[in-house]
């Protein structure tokens, strides 16, 4: 079973923080870096993981440049919801209609 998380980029450079269900995901998983699967190619990032908040860090900003992902671009994450894993599914552009591209 996979999970799905819908996420609205925010700051180009500095994705807003996770959902909280996203959150518990990798806190409790204890992954310092995960490993974004896009269309175009797969990049490590690391993850940054506070009291209340997950953020992508370093290799963010190479992953939105090699997909040409803007602000307002909507993506989608894929995890597997039954066994801990760093890989995670990037679906890109999944509501293209709503903001006009």
């Not at 996420?7 to 923080?17: N, Y």
């Not at 959902?19 to 190619?41: H, M, Q, R, T």
């Not at 963010?60 to 602000?71: I, Q, S, T, V, Y």
């Amino acid at each position: 079973m996979y999970i799905y998380f819908c996420f609205l980029i925010i700051f180009f450079w500095f994705p807003q923080d996770f959902n909280s269900d996203l959150c518990k995901y990798f806190c409790n998983s204890n992954f310092s870096e995960i490993v974004l699967y896009g269309p175009k190619a797969q990049v490590q990032c690391k993850l940054l993981i506070r009291a209340r908040s997950v953020k992508i860090g370093s290799g963010w900003k190479k992953f939105c440049e090699l997909h040409g992902l803007e602000e307002r671009d909507i993506i989608l994450l894929e995890v597997d919801g039954e066994k801990a894993s760093n890989d995670v599914n990037v679906m890109l552009n999944i509501f293209d209609c709503y903001h006009g591209h």
